[in-house]
C-alpha cells in the first residue's frame, strides 16, 4: 500500500533521512522503532508532505505522493497524527473534529462519522464544547487521533502515542489503536518509543539508526533479535 | 476625571449624548479598520501599516465610478470586488516572500506598501482638485439629520453604524457557521496542524488579506463623505484604528470593534469638553485621548480582549 | 581648496567611493580580518571626512543631518536590536532633546518676539538634552515593561503623536506653535587654526558624536550588559532563569537609546535647523527611524549608520531612479512609490538589512556563489510549483 524507496530529507543542511526504504502492507499494522534523532518523526513527516524529501519516491496505492502537497495527501486518505499532536488548543472538540473531516464534502456521512468515531472514544463526546487546550493529556492524545480518522484514512501515521502519558492511559489508547486497525480497516504506521508496546501492536517493525533502516522484521522476529533486545527492549 | 465631569455632564446632557451617538458612529468606522487590522494580525502577526492607504485606494477607484454615474449599490459592490482582489494580490505577491522572515521585516513591507499605495492614488487622483468630496450611503446625507427626544443624529453616521453591524454580523456567521470560516480560525490559530487537516494555509491568509482588505474599503468608503478624500484621509483613521485594535486585543475581532467605537466615543468627549466645559485646549484633547489608550494598556497590557501570549522558553 | 583625487568631487560619487573602498579592504584577501576591519573603518571616515571641503554647503549639511539621524538609528539599535524592544516613537525623545537644547542654550528666541532663555554653553545644553531626554526614557521604560512587540509599538507610537500637541500647549517655553529659534554655536576656539567654516564645522561635530556614540554602543555590546540584552531578546524566560534582572536591562536600554535620541535632537537643533517646532518631528520621521534601523541592518553598528544614510538619501536615491524610468515629471511625484519598492526588495533580498548582506559577503566563497547562481533556475522553478501547488485547487 505505501512503498517508501530510499528516501532522503534533511533540515536545512542538516541531513535527517539517509536512504530509507519501508514498506506497508494494506490493512497491516507497522511500527518504526529507534533512538531520538533516529529519523522516525522525519519519515513520517515526509510521508504527509510536511517536510519535503531532497530525493527518493514514496508510492501510495500505487500513486506517487513525494512530491504533493500536504493538502493533497490528505485528501488522497492518509492521516499524520503528529509529534506534540497539534491539536486546535483554542477551538472545541467538535471544531477540531470537523477540522478533521475539511476535505470531504458528504455532510451526512461526516455526522455519522462523528458519532462513531465519539463511540471510539466517549470522554471526547462529554466534552464536545470543550476547547481542546483543557482536555488532559490523554484526552488530547485521543482527540488527535479522533480528529485524524475523520478524513477517513486508508492509512493512519501516528507519531509517539504513548507521549507524557501514565501507563494506564497508553494501554487504554493502544487498545483503541488495535481495534481501530480490525474494525474499521485503516492500515497503521506507527512510531513509538517505548518498543515493547510497539512491537506488540505491529506486526512488523523497522529499527532505524542515524537515518537508516538497519534492521526489518517481523515483530516476533525482532523481540528475539540480541541486538533489538538490548537497545530498545532492555532485557 | 470621572467626578470632574460629572457636574458639567449633567448640565449638558443632550449634548453629551449627541457626542456619545456620534462617538458610536466614527468610532465604528475605527473598528471596521482596526478589523481589518486583527484579520490580518491573527494569521500573520503583523500589523499591517498598509491597511488605510490599500482603502484609500479603492475608495478613490469608487469616486472616479461615481463619476462615471455608477449607481451607489454597485460601486460599492464594485469597490469591495477591488478591494478583495488587491489584498489577495498582495499576500500573494509581495507578503508570501517575506512571511518566515523576522515580523520587523514583514513591518517594512506594509510600511513600503503604504508609502506605494499613497503615493499611486495622489499620482492618478491627484492631478484634478483635492480634497474630493464623495456620496454618502443612499440611506441618508452627510448634512441631513434624524432628531430623536434626547438627541440629534446626522443620517449618514446612522448608516455607517447599520453597515458596520452588517459587516460584523456577516463576518460572525462567515467565521462561527460556515467550514471556509471554521478553516481560516484553525489557519490562525495553527499553520501546521491545518495543513494536515488538508487546508490549504496559503489560500487561507491570502482570503483572509483579502477579507481585511474589503473591510478597511468599507470603512474608507463610510469616512470619505464625512472628511473628504484626499493623500491624508486615511492617516487619523489608521491610527486611531491601530489604537481601537489594541485596545480590544489584536486577536479579538469583536474586541476590534468595541475598541473602536470605545475611542470613538472618548475622543468625542473629550474633544467636546475640552473645548466647552472643561477648557483643556484643543491641542491637548488629541493626546489626552491617546494617553488614556496607553493608560488603558498599562492596566491590560493585551488589550481588552486580547489573549495573554504564553510565554515560551 | 585643492582637488586631491582628480575625478572624484561630487556627492555621490565620493559616497560610492568611500563604500567600495571600504568593502574591498574588508575583503581584500590579504592580511589579517580584524586588521582590515579598522583600516577599512579609517579609511572611510577620511573619506567621508574629506566630503565637507568638495560638495559645498548644502550636501555638507545634508551629511550632518545623516549623523544625526545615525545617532538616533544606534539608539534605537540598542533598544530594538540587542533588546528586542519595538519603538515607533523614538521621535518624542529627539524632540524632547531638541526643545531643552533650545531652551537651554544661549539666546534664545522665539520667531517673532524674545522669550527669555537659559544661559547654558552648548555642549552643556547638549549633554543636558541627553540626560533630559535619558530621564524621560526611564519613566516611559518602566510602564513599558508590561508591554510586548505590537502593543508596545502602538503605546510608543502614541507618544510621538501626542508629543508635539503637548509641546504646543506649554507656549511660554516653547514658544507654541511658531516654536523656537535656537543659538547656532559658532567654530570652538581651539578649533580655529583650522580656519573651517561654519557648516564645516558642523559636520565634524556630528562625524564626532556618531564616533563617540558607536565607540558607545560598542561597549555596551561586548561588555557582560550586551550579552545580558540579547538573552533577553531571545528569551525573558529563560534570561531570568540565568539570573538576569531583565527589568533592569530593557528600563537601561530605553533610557539609553532615548538619551542617544535626545543628544541627537539637540545635535539636529544647533547644527542643522537653528529652530525647533511641534512639527519638527513628524511622525513619518520617527516612523523612518525604526525602517532605517531595519533596511540598514538590526543589532549592528554598521547597520545603525547605514540607517541614518537610508533616512536622508533614500528618498534622493528613489526620485533619481524614478526620474531614469519615468522622466523628470513624474519621477518627483511617484518617488514614494519607488521608496516603497526599494523598502519591499531589501527585505526580500537582504532579510537581515544591508549590513546583513554585507557580512554574509564575508562568508560567501566565490566557487560557493557560482554554484548557487547555477542553481538559481531550478530554485526558482521549485519555488514556483510550490507557489502554483498552493495558489491551485
Redesign the interface.
Known amino acids: 500500500m505505501l512503498k517508501v524507496r530510499d528516501l532522503h530529507a534533511a533540515y536545512g543542511p542538516i541531513l535527517a533521512l539517509e536512504g530509507i526504504s519501508i514498506d506497508v502492507p494494506e490493512g497491516g499494522i507497522v511500527t518504526l522503532l529507534g533512538s531520538n534523532g533516529a529519523g522516525k518523526t522525519t519519515t513520517l513527516k515526509v510521508i504527509s508532505g510536511l517536510l519535503r524529501p531532497l530525493s527518493g519516491t514514496i508510492e501510495f496505492m500505487g500513486k506517487p505522493i513525494h512530491r504533493r502537497s500536504a493538502e493533497d495527501i490528505v485528501s488522497m486518505g492518509i492521516s499524520h497524527v503528529p509529534e506534540g499532536r497539534q491539536l486546535f488548543v483554542e477551538l472545541s472538540v467538535m471544531e477540531n473534529l470537523r477540522l478533521g473531516a475539511y476535505t470531504r464534502n458528504d455532510k451526512a456521512a461526516v455526522k455519522t462519522d462523528l458519532e462513531r468515531v465519539m463511540g471510539y472514544f466517549p470522554i471526547l463526546a462529554e466534552r464536545r464544547e470543550q476547547k481542546a487546550g483543557s482536555l488532559s493529556g490523554g484526552e488530547q492524545q485521543q482527540l488527535a487521533i479522533a480528529r485524524a480518522l475523520m478524513s477517513r484514512p486508508r492509512l493512519l501515521l501516528l507519531d509517539e502515542p504513548s507521549l507524557g502519558l501514565a501507563p494506564l492511559v497508553v494501554r487504554g489508547i493502544f487498545q483503541i489503536i488495535k481495534t481501530i486497525n480490525r474494525e474499521e480497516g485503516v492500515t497503521i504506521l506507527l512510531v513509538e518509543q517505548d518498543a515493547t508496546l510497539a512491537l506488540n501492536a505491529a506486526a512488523f517493525g523497522y529499527v532505524l539508526e542515524t537515518g537508516r533502516v538497519v534492521i526489518a522484521d517481523e515483530s516476533a522476529r525482532l523481540r528475539e533479535d540480541e541486538n533489538v533486545r538490548r537497545s530498545y527492549l532492555g532485557y | 476625571m470621572d467626578l470632574l465631569l460629572a457636574p458639567q455632564i449633567w448640565d449638558n446632557t443632550k449634548l453629551f449624548l449627541d457626542q456619545v451617538v456620534a462617538g458610536v458612529a466614527t468610532g465604528s468606522i475605527y473598528g471596521l479598520v482596526a478589523l481589518a487590522i486583527v484579520l490580518i494580525y491573527r494569521s500573520t502577526d503583523v500589523i499591517n501599516f498598509a491597511q488605510g492607504e490599500m482603502a484609500l485606494f479603492v475608495t478613490f477607484v469608487g469616486w472616479s465610478l461615481v463619476q462615471a454615474d455608477v449607481d451607489y449599490i454597485f460601486m460599492f459592490i464594485l469597490v469591495l470586488a477591488l478591494a478583495g482582489a488587491l489584498g489577495a494580490f498582495v499576500e500573494l505577491t509581495v507578503i508570501r516572500p517575506v512571511e518566515n522572515a523576522p515580523v520587523l521585516n514583514i513591518v517594512i513591507v506594509t510600511l513600503g506598501l503604504f508609502t506605494i499605495f499613497n503615493s499611486l492614488a495622489l499620482f492618478i487622483w491627484g492631478q484634478g482638485e483635492l480634497p474630493k468630496s464623495f456620496p454618502a450611503t443612499p440611506i441618508g446625507g452627510e448634512l441631513d439629520t434624524f432628531d430623536f427626544e434626547l438627541f440629534t443624529l446626522r443620517q449618514h453616521r446612522f448608516a455607517i453604524i447599520i453597515i458596520a453591524c452588517g459587516v460584523m454580523m456577516a463576518l460572525y456567521f462567515l467565521f462561527n457557521h460556515t467550514k471556509l470560516g471554521l478553516a481560516m480560525r484553525a489557519t490562525a490559530h495553527n499553520q501546521v496542524a491545518a495543513r494536515l487537516m488538508g487546508i490549504n494555509v496559503g489560500r487561507m491568509l491570502m482570503l483572509g488579506w483579502a477579507l481585511a482588505s474589503m473591510a478597511g474599503a468599507v470603512g474608507g468608503m463610510l469616512v470619505a463623505p464625512i472628511i473628504f478624500l484626499d493623500g491624508t484621509t486615511m492617516f487619523r483613521v489608521i491610527l486611531y484604528a491601530f489604537a481601537a485594535a489594541v485596545l480590544g486585543g489584536l486577536d479579538s475581532p469583536p474586541g476590534a470593534i468595541v475598541g473602536g467605537i470605545a475611542i470613538g466615543i472618548t475622543d468625542n468627549i473629550v474633544r467636546t469638553f475640552a473645548l466647552g466645559p472643561i477648557f483643556i485646549g484643543p491641542d491637548l484633547a488629541s493626546a489626552a485621548a491617546l494617553l488614556i489608550l496607553v493608560a488603558v494598556l498599562l492596566i491590560k497590557p493585551t488589550g481588552l480582549f486580547g489573549h495573554q501570549a504564553v510565554r515560551r522558553v | 581648496m585643492p582637488n586631491i583625487i582628480p575625478g572624484i568631487e561630487s556627492f555621490t560619487e565620493m559616497l560610492v567611493w568611500a563604500a567600495v573602498a571600504g568593502l574591498a579592504i574588508r575583503f581584500a584577501p590579504i592580511g589579517q580580518p580584524k586588521i582590515r576591519i579598522w583600516v577599512a573603518i579609517a579609511v572611510v571616515l577620511l573619506i567621508v571626512g574629506y566630503m565637507p571641503f568638495e560638495v559645498g554647503t548644502y550636501r555638507t549639511g545634508q551629511l550632518t543631518t545623516i549623523g544625526a539621524w545615525a545617532l538616533v538609528a544606534l539608539g534605537l539599535n540598542l533598544l530594538?536590536g540587542w533588546s528586542g524592544q519595538?519603538s515607533l516613537g523614538h521621535g518624542a525623545f529627539v524632540l524632547i532633546g531638541a526643545y531643552t537644547a533650545a531652551i537651554l542654550g544661549d539666546n534664545v528666541e522665539q520667531i517673532g518676539m524674545y522669550v527669555d532663555g537659559g544661559q547654558w554653553p552648548w555642549w552643556l545644553a547638549m549633554l543636558a538634552a541627553g540626560c533630559v531626554s535619558g530621564f524621560v526614557g526611564l519613566l516611559v521604560g518602566i510602564?513599558s515593561l508590561?508591554?510586548?512587540?505590537?502593543?508596545l509599538?502602538?503605546?510608543t507610537?502614541?507618544l510621538i503623536?501626542?508629543a508635539p500637541?503637548?509641546f504646543?500647549?506649554y507656549d511660554e517655553y516653547t514658544g507654541g506653535r511658531n516654536g523656537l529659534r535656537a543659538p547656532q554655536p559658532g567654530v570652538p576656539g581651539f578649533l580655529d587654526f583650522l580656519g573651517l567654516e561654519r557648516s564645516e564645522w558642523f559636520f565634524f561635530l556630528a562625524m564626532f558624536l556618531v564616533i563617540l556614540g558607536a565607540a558607545g554602543l560598542w561597549a555596551i555590546s561586548n561588555s557582560k550588559w550586551g550579552r545580558a540584552f540579547v538573552a533577553v531578546r531571545e528569551?525573558?524566560?529563560?534570561a531570568q532563569?540565568m539570573g538576569v534582572s531583565v527589568a533592569r536591562y530593557k528600563v537601561f536600554a530605553f533610557s539609553m537609546s532615548a538619551f542617544y535620541a535626545g543628544v541627537a535632537g539637540a545635535l539636529y537643533v544647533f547644527a542643522v535647523s537653528g529652530y525647533v517646532g511641534p512639527q519638527t518631528i513628524a511622525v513619518a520621521l520617527s516612523?523612518n527611524f525604526?525602517?532605517a534601523i531595519?533596511?540598514g541592518g538590526?543589532g549592528s553598528i554598521m547597520g545603525a549608520i547605514i540607517g541614518g544614510f537610508v533616512v536622508v538619501l533614500l528618498p534622493d536615491v528613489s526620485t533619481d531612479i524614478g526620474s531614469l524610468f519615468l522622466g523628470e515629471q513624474?519621477g518627483a511625484?511617484?518617488?514614494?512609490?519607488v521608496?516603497?519598492?526599494?523598502?519591499?526588495l531589501v527585505?526580500?533580498l537582504m532579510?537581515y538589512g544591508m549590513a546583513g548582506f554585507i557580512n554574509r559577503l564575508g562568508h560567501t566563497r566565490p566557487g560557493r556563489h557560482l554554484r548557487s547562481l547555477r542553481e538559481l533556475p531550478d530554485r526558482i522553478s521549485t519555488r514556483m510549483t510550490e507557489?502554483r501547488?498552493?495558489?491551485a485547487?
Open positions: 530594538t519595538i510602564p508590561r508591554l510586548t512587540g505590537p502593543y509599538a502602538v503605546a507610537l502614541a503623536i501626542a500637541s503637548v504646543e500647549h528569551s525573558e524566560v529563560a532563569a516612523i525604526l525602517t531595519v533596511i538590526l513624474d511625484r511617484l518617488w514614494p512609490t521608496y516603497g519598492l526599494i523598502l519591499i527585505m526580500i532579510p507557489l501547488e498552493r495558489a485547487p
